[in-house]
């Protein structure tokens, strides 16, 4: 079997981006970047979200959707 191969000019674009990401993750207020993290990072469905936060489910989703807005801010200042 052959696997398909990436170059590792992708590999590096790659990991810049999600180093760009992490380092974004840091400006947030600790309960977005915890929302977010486990939503997108560790895949999680918001009710599993909400009941290791403590949290009602909107209270999450707000939580993520904030933390997304103020990621996609962080980001396009980051290229401009």
């Not at 560790?42 to 403590?54: G, L, Q, R, T, V």
Request: proline share 2%.
């Amino acid at each position: 079997h052959s696997f398909p191969t990436r170059r590792s000019s992708d590999l590096i674009e790659e990991t810049e981006e999600r180093e760009r990401i992490m380092t974004a993750m840091k400006n947030l207020r600790e309960e977005e970047s915890e929302a977010v993290t486990l939503r997108y990072f560790a895949d999680m469905e918001y009710p599993a979200i909400a009941k290791i936060m403590d949290k009602r489910e909107d209270a999450v989703r707000q939580l993520v959707h904030r933390g997304l807005k103020a990621l996609k801010v962080t980001l396009q200042l980051e290229i401009a």
